[in-house]
């Protein structure tokens, strides 16, 4: 595949967004917004020209199209030397400029042009769009599938003095229609950008076989990291590397509110600490005010590296506590010598909490040095040895702020709450690729 990696955001056009509405919700959008960055692709245009100028390629539409520089756009319906992805140069209100493969003749009307999806098959799905199954259709990627359950189950939104809306996002095998397989773990999942007024933002960055999600959708306007598929193994003949992460259900905290500003009134925060390394794990609430949730039940692996039945927790390694501080300060940004932005470039492994042992590496995702969120979904130059590579540049909730002591605060409708701080942390993602 000419472009490997495929990256999304609400910001382009004819983007899909997640459920707005602060009353009783609306089911299904999750899995709008998976189907589109995933199967279908979505923002089709018609093509009113393709011209050639100094060795680019320019489409012109009649409108308004939406694309953006450096995501990756498919032709379709043109002909055989214009047909197939391509990564956008530079683009003005009405045309894209892009480079062809080899040198094809200009052509008028005719195809369209559309953000290019991931590569992935929606397997399954209910009558209502409600229910979907997502399977990865590389031949090397494991039997995995990604369940999602999007309806408007029992206390999916919430009541409404505790609002919030999730799905259930299922690792599931042995699937043979929407409603038969077997669970191997399941996580909750936004479902709504409700309260993230003004920020109401989604992004999403994949290959074949694994994706990131970063939605926003409560008060903080802070984006949990989720994620679903196979991470690059060290184990030979691996078939169950496939990851999954999520965030606190309401079962897991009584008092669960996304319209609050920070935590819920047992103080547990509402995001995951997938963003932390290392193996700090206390209990929330404690008497030091320092909470953390035990990031490692939120972040599960389909089976130990024995392949033996049953899921286990996993956590990162890296420099430093989080993505963006490998000490307590953090380096400055720009940095003083060369004005520069600097990465980990090294592997971030992934290590099984039972074994104690580095079960592989996070495919795509590179650790910032510093933290200035200024930075972010800036693409950047990557690595001078890949002429043309790219770093996209997001951010989302990282670990508990452990200098910052916990409060008593009541929100706007009068219920006190414990809050303890989640920070906001770079992460690196290679647009470029290949992943693996």
């Not at 905290?253 to 390394?277: C, E, K, M």
Request: hydrophobic residues 40%.
């Amino acid at each position: 595949m000419a472009h490997p990696v495929k990256w999304f955001s609400e910001a382009m056009g004819g983007a899909p967004l997640l459920s707005t509405d602060t009353g009783n919700g609306t089911a299904g959008t999750l899995i709008s917004v998976l189907k589109a960055c995933l199967v279908t692709g979505f923002n089709i245009n018609p093509i009113q020209s393709i011209t050639l100028n100094g060795g680019l390629a320019v489409a012109t539409f009649a409108l308004a199209h939406g694309f953006l520089p450096a995501s990756i756009v498919a032709i379709e319906g043109v002909n055989l030397s214009w047909n197939g992805e391509y990564r956008v140069l530079s683009v003005t209100t009405t045309t894209v400029t892009f480079a062809p493969v080899g040198t094809p003749s200009a052509v008028g009307a005719g195809g369209t042009m559309k953000v290019a999806p991931a590569g992935w098959e929606l397997e399954f799905v209910d009558g209502t769009n409600t229910v979907a199954v997502f399977k990865r259709i590389a031949a090397d990627a494991t039997a995995l599938r990604l369940r999602i359950d999007n309806t408007a189950f029992a206390g999916w939104n919430g009541t409404a003095s505790f609002r919030y809306y999730y799905a259930k996002a299922q690792m599931v095998e042995n699937v043979t229609d929407v409603n038969t397989y077997s669970l191997v773990k399941q996580f909750a999942w936004p479902a709504s950008h409700a309260y993230a007024t003004g920020e109401q933002q989604w992004d999403l960055v994949a290959d074949d076989k694994l994706f990131y999600f970063l939605p926003r959708y409560s008060s903080t306007k802070m984006a949990a990291v989720l994620m679903f598929g196979d991470i690059n193994s060290i184990r030979p003949n691996d078939n169950y590397h496939c990851v999954l992460t999520g965030i606190l259900t309401p079962s897991q905290s009584g008092g669960y509110h996304w319209g609050i500003r920070l935590a819920s009134t047992n103080g547990y925060p509402i995001y995951n600490d997938v963003l932390q390394f290392g193996t700090l794990v206390g209990s929330v609430g404690n008497t030091s005010n320092q909470a953390w949730i035990n990031r490692r039940t939120l972040f599960a692996i389909a089976r130990m590296h024995h392949q033996l039945p049953g899921s286990d927790n996993c956590l990162l390694l890296g420099i430093g506590y989080t993505f963006g501080c490998p000490y307590q300060a953090g380096v400055a940004y720009p940095n003083a010598p060369d004005n520069g932005v600097y990465f980990n470039d090294g592997k971030i492994p992934i290590v099984e909490q039972t074994a104690q042992a580095i079960r592989g590496f996070l495919p795509g995702v590179l650790a910032p040095l510093q933290n200035d969120l200024r930075l972010w979904r800036y693409n950047i130059a990557h690595d001078p040895a890949k002429p043309g590579s790219l770093l996209r540049i997001l951010k989302g909730a990282g670990a508990t702020d452990l200098s910052g002591a916990a409060g008593k605060f009541e929100d706007a409708e009068g219920f006190a709450y414990t809050e303890y701080r989640n920070t906001e942390r770079l992460i690196g993602f290679d647009i470029t690729g290949p992943w693996r």
